[in-house]
């Protein structure tokens, strides 16, 4: 119980600081660098605001100071580990699909650029291939040439032109040996122009070679560094899935603790409602000696209604019991609560107030102090019966008092001062727990109270 003390203590101060944390991080901002200055009536609203947000977030901290009562420290913490750890996931699964869409894109730009590079270099390939054709075409010409150059150069040319003349058996000879000649001239001379061009184009190719090799040195150290980014895009990829991963064993690891609680907090749930029962059980029996009061009252209400000729009317009505604390504030009302763990239903059998530790707790009628003792559940209780009070039998209960003023059997009056509030029993926090049975049934305090202020 003390640890869930600190801890909801821990939570009014967070959400308080955060607050006035927010706050002041935007008045700083108003700075005169170069900034409009803001109104006092600007101020003023900021302010207003501020107090507001910090009201509100008082009254949610108190609300679930009522709401986890009776649930143990540790099942409390576990329960905001994982509302917190749950708030931290969608950022994390944010920057893990931030990190595998980087992966992704890193694997595509280097299939992109590592096809630029097959390209160029199946490119590189074929230039080498022509290069290598043409040196083989390039020899076989320049060994013609050389073969043509040593038959027709074998002696002078004016010789070797007589030689055709006077050699020759008769005209045909003649004629077939001149052709042969300028046949031999002409292959030359297509040789010697066809190794020219080959030798032109090898050195355009030469040239486009250089470019694409060069290219490709370009292509390769880009490869290089893609493949280093992409090594570190998986690195950062991996780190947040194992960040997301830890993340999720952990609260999974919460949520089997909080499962494994659920039996023995039902089980608390429970024994709680058969203490609170038992409680009802002895204010019906305290009821049952005061029913015949309560008819005897009832029968001459209507006696007096009849010779009135007007309706009986109860005088038990809303104000007819007076505010047990001089500052009176709710901090939880009467009804059905849903646990916010384990979304378990339990009848809240009366009204919270703030009651800070130590508040003086005041009679909210006059009657009889029937018991000033500690009850399981409930801690330090003082009940009081007051009576018929507009026909019906009241008693009400204050619970978890630090100290007593009273004594079972001691006679008081409305207003007159029985305790002090504090946290015994079941609580997280000091309060007062207010409890209002009429003709021996629990009802909501708040239909006999005044309107709160």
């Given amino acids: 119980m003390t640890r869930t003390r600190r801890l909801s203590a821990l939570v009014v101060a967070i959400l308080v600081a955060a607050i006035f944390g927010g706050y002041a991080v935007g008045a700083s901002a108003l700075s005169p660098q170069g900034l409009p200055q803001a109104s006092s009536d600007d101020y003023q609203d900021d302010i207003d605001a501020t107090e507001r947000e910090r009201r509100a977030a008082e009254r949610r901290a108190e609300q679930l100071e009522h709401e986890l009562e009776n649930t143990d420290a540790r099942i409390v913490e576990a329960d905001e580990e994982l509302r917190a750890l749950e708030g931290e996931l969608p950022a994390l699964e944010e920057q893990l699909e931030d990190a595998e869409r980087r992966v992704e894109a890193a694997i595509i730009e280097q299939g992109i650029v590592q096809d630029k590079l097959d390209s160029a270099e199946a490119q590189d390939r074929a230039i080498s291939e022509q290069i290598a054709e043409d040196e083989e075409r390039t020899a076989s010409l320049e060994a013609l040439v050389a073969a043509i150059a040593r038959e027709t150069y074998k002696g002078n040319d004016n010789s070797a032109g007589l030689a055709i003349v006077f050699g020759s058996s008769d005209t045909q000879d003649f004629v077939d040996e001149y052709t042969a000649q300028q046949s031999a001239t002409r292959v030359q001379s297509n040789a010697l122009g066809e190794l020219e061009e080959i030798a032109a184009v090898n050195r355009n190719r ?26 570190e895009a998986r690195e950062v990829a991996q780190e947040a899935r194992d960040e997301v991963q830890a993340l999720l064993d952990e609260q999974e690891e919460l949520r089997a ?10 089980a608390q749930q429970e024994e709680n409602e058969a203490l609170q029962q038992q409680l009802r059980n002895e204010v019906l029996t305290l009821y049952s000696k005061k029913r015949e009061a309560e008819e005897q009252e009832a029968e001459r209400a209507r006696k007096r209604a009849e010779a009135n000729n007007s309706k009986p009317s109860s ?12 500052v009176p504030y709710k901090t939880s009302s009467f009804g059905m609560r849903q646990h916010p763990i384990y979304n378990y239903m339990r009848l809240h059998a009366g009204t919270d ?42 008693i009400t209960n204050y619970n978890h008092f630090s100290r007593f003023a ?13 305790g002090y509030s504090g946290s015994t029993g079941s609580s997280t926090a000091c309060h007062l727990h207010f409890e209002v049975y009429v003709s021996g049934s629990v009802v909501n305090p708040e239909t006999l109270l005044p309107n709160f202020p």
Wanted: overall charge neutral.
């Fill in 206 to 231: 030469g040239a486009r070679q250089d470019a694409v090799r060069e290219y490709i040195g370009e292509l390769k150290a880009e490869i290089d560094a893609l493949v280093i980014q992409l090594d």
């Fill in 257 to 266: 603790y909080l499962e494994s609680q659920r039996a023995a907090f039902v």
């Fill in 315 to 326: 005088g038990l009505t809303k104000g007819s019991l007076a505010f047990p604390t001089k």
């Fill in 353 to 394: 107030l703030r009651a800070y530790c130590g508040t003086p707790i005041y009679a909210s009628a006059a009657g009889t102090v029937e018991w000033a003792t500690y009850k399981p559940g409930y801690g330090n209780q003082v009940l009081i019966d007051h009576g018929i009070i507009g026909g019906k039998s009241v």
């Fill in 406 to 418: 009273v004594g079972g059997g001691q006679r008081v009056a409305r207003g007159d001062l029985i």
